[in-house]
Every structure is written in structure tokens, then in C-alpha cells.
């Protein structure tokens, strides 16, 4: 089940998905303070969702919107995106992409979802066009 992220959430989402993400694709070392910071400000502001799996959060998607300086619409992008391993293959990645879907498309946004995953490319091609995302361009990290 898709919902809102609560405060009550956030000691799990740090737990349980932010040090795991970082783990797996952390690009520099992880600040505890701004990352609890992070959260709490995504959760208050009504920016984070979750799926809900027996009782546990699974996986979760934190929302952005940029305004696009040269035209009437925005992006709907992601600031974080992690689905717990336990969970993977399971649908919960799936489920997420589409509440994504429908909010952008409710807002008449374009949404963006940036995926950080270094070695599992062809899983991405392939579970990217299952729920309607194109591959849109590439992303170079300076080495």
C-alpha cells in the first residue's frame, strides 16, 4: 500500500533505508544531522512515499518539484529512491514508479526518476520499460 510518509516513520526510513541506499550507492560520506534533517524536512513537507508490506515500509521515493525557468511546466523529480533488498523483485520498486507516474500526470508535470544503481544495468533497461519510463539520456560521474 502507497502512502504518505509519517514523523513517526522517519527513525525507520534512517534505518532501515537511508544507510542501506547510502551504503549501496553513497557518493560521498553520510552527515547523520543533514540526513535526519533531510528526511524530516521530505516527510513534513508531504514529499516522501512509502509501500507498506506486512506492516513494514519497503521501499520509498522522496519527491521534488523544479520549476522549469523557460516554460509553464515543472518536474516531477525523485530525491531519493530505495527499496529495501528483502523486498526487490517483489513489486514494491514497480508500485512506487507508478504512484510516481500518477502524480506527475495529476499535476501535469514531466517526471523525471533518477536510478543510481552502478551494476545492475539491464535490470533497469528492462524494469524501466515495464512501467512506461524511456531512458533519457545518461549520467556521468566524474571519476
Known amino acids: 500500500m502507497i502512502s504518505l510518509a509519517i ?3 522517519i527513525p525507520v526510513i534512517m534505518q532501515e533505508l537511508m ?3 547510502h ?3 553513497g557518493l ?4 547523520h544531522e543533514k540526513t535526519i534533517a533531510w528526511v524530516t524536512r521530505m516527510v513534513s513537507e508531504e514529499r516522501l512515499i512509502v509501500e507498506m508490506r506486512d506492516g513494514e515500509i519497503a521501499g ?3 519527491i521534488r518539484e523544479v520549476p522549469l525557468p523557460y516554460a509553464d511546466k515543472s518536474l516531477l523529480c525523485d530525491e531519493f529512491f530505495y527499496v529495501k533488498v528483502a523486498w526487490r523483485g517483489d513489486s514494491v520498486g ?8 500518477e502524480l506527475a500526470n495529476a499535476g501535469g508535470q514531466i517526471g523525471i526518476l533518477t536510478v ?8 533497469r533497461r528492462r524494469v524501466s520499460s515495464l512501467v512506461g519510463f524511456l531512458p ?4 556521468l560521474k566524474v571519476a
Open 7 to 9: 514523523p513517526a516513520d
Open 19 to 21: 544507510l542501506p541506499f
Open 23 to 25: 551504503a549501496e550507492n
Open 94 to 101: 514497480r508500485d512506487l514508479r507508478l504512484a510516481f507516474t
Open 136 to 139: 533519457f539520456g545518461y549520467v
Open 116 to 123: 543510481f544503481n552502478p551494476g545492475r544495468e539491464a535490470k
Open 60 to 62: 520509498a521515493i522522496g
Open 28 to 31: 560521498a560520506p553520510l552527515n
